[in-house]
């Protein structure tokens, strides 16, 4: 069974440009997270999708953030503009509705310039 | 608001050493506590959980108890190997059926052969 993937593994980009990162689920999975991870720390909930809906999008930065999932699958999520603080590891997990246990993938690691 | 607090790394040790990575929380429910494990290049994987008090989990030879009484769920090993050098995040599910995932920072520990 293949995992949770994302695309691009690696992005640099400069300060004030747009980015955005992409995420296939496990199949079968109803919910999807995005988490950003600092350096040195755990990973933090920016949003969670509940199939097309997100149920918990409050401590997603909404001025520059955004995410979509379209047909309930795949999602996407995109800074515009980037800044020098957006670097980081942004990860995706899924897992199936009302369970606990996540499965995230490898993530993208975001360099800011 | 609820947290979880880890013990800082690094951790270094011999092969067949013993391990404790102590993992302390607050909660104000009866929340239900993991271990995540980070190997290099990977995506966080579920190492064990449990979801009540006294509840041990384990897996590969690691193993945590729920403590409730001193709020800690302490990861130990009693023989680690080469192959154990990661990053653990102690993590806890505060609200049942939110699955909101609070994260610790991690403990890198790298392992000598």
């Known amino acids: 069974e293949a995992g949770v993937v994302q695309s691009p593994r690696y992005k640099i980009i400069e ?50 953030f955004s995410a979509e999932r379209l047909k309930g699958v795949d999602s996407t999520l995109k800074i515009q503009p980037a800044e020098l603080g957006d670097s980081a590891v942004y990860l995706c997990a899924s897992s199936l509705v009302q369970q606990e246990t996540q499965y995230f993938g490898p993530g993208t690691r975001l360099l800011v310039l | 608001g609820d947290s979880v607090t880890q013990m800082e790394g690094p951790v270094t040790l011999s092969e067949e050493a013993c391990l404790t990575i102590n993992c302390t929380y607050t909660a104000t429910g009866y929340p239900s506590l993991f271990w995540y494990v980070q190997y290099p290049g990977e995506g966080l994987q579920l190492l064990l959980k449990a979801t009540k008090a006294d509840d041990k989990g384990s897996n590969k030879g690691f193993e945590a108890t729920y403590r409730k009484e001193t709020t800690s ?12 050098s990661a990053v653990y995040f ?24």
């Open chain 2, 90 to 113: 102690c993590a806890l599910i505060g609200d049942p059926g939110g699955f909101k995932t609070i994260f610790g920072a991690g403990t890198r520990l790298f392992v000598k052969a």
């Open chain 1, 15 to 64: 300060k004030k440009q747009p980015v955005a990162f992409w995420c296939n689920p496990i199949s079968g999975h109803n919910t999807l997270y995005w988490y950003r991870q600092n350096l040195g720390q755990g990973p933090e909930l920016l949003i969670r999708y509940e199939n097309e809906e997100a149920v918990d999008d409050s401590q997603l930065p909404k001025d520059r």
């Open chain 2, 73 to 84: 769920f302490h990861l130990e090993k009693g023989s680690v190997q080469v192959s154990d």
